[in-house]
């Protein structure tokens, strides 16, 4: 069995459920998936993985959380060589430009980006949530 794993940080919960979607939709495609809060991530642990999502909201000016996320994605971006990433997060302001930047920021690393970063305003709808669900699906498929 292939296996994923999830990597976010969330602030108010709603990248969570974001997360929690995505998870609901790479099991239902039949893979193992773990899902861990940034803190609970290990470089070495997380690149064991076939397919990895991280997920982080937009902060400050349209940028990662820096105090626990951007530590750790800085230590494993130079270890991500054709590794198959998926993007995500929620924002409350902005129109997402952090997104943007985010993926410039993975495809210079040799990764394979699955599509654009998914990418929801505040929290999510049920749609919403059905659109998070659906994009791990296609994570799986990819």
């Known amino acids: 069995m292939e296996k994923a794993v999830i990597v ?5 919960g709603n990248t969570e ?6 998870k609901e939709g790479l099991e239902e495609s039949g893979y193992e998936t773990n899902m861990l809060q940034v ?7 997380v690149l064991e993985y076939d397919k990895i999502a991280f ?3 937009s ?3 349209e940028e990662l959380e820096e105090e626990e ?30 997104m943007e930047a985010w993926e ?8 394979i980006l699955f599509e654009k970063g998914l990418i929801i305003n505040s929290t999510p709808s049920t749609e919403e949530e059905d659109s998070c669900l659906e994009f791990g699906k296609r ?3 990819f």
Do not use: H
């Open 17 to 22: 459920i974001m997360a929690d979607k995505i």
């Open 55 to 57: 997920g982080c909201p």
């Open 59 to 61: 902060m400050g000016i």
């Open 39 to 45: 803190y609970e991530a290990s470089v070495e642990a």
């Open 139 to 141: 994570f799986a498929e």
């Open 69 to 98: 996320f951007e530590p750790f994605f800085e230590e494993i971006e130079t270890q991500l060589t054709d590794k198959k990433i998926a993007l995500f997060g929620s924002y409350g302001w902005g129109d997402g430009e952090w």
């Open 104 to 111: 410039e920021r993975v495809a210079n690393t040799g990764a």
């Open 8 to 12: 976010y940080w969330s602030g108010t």
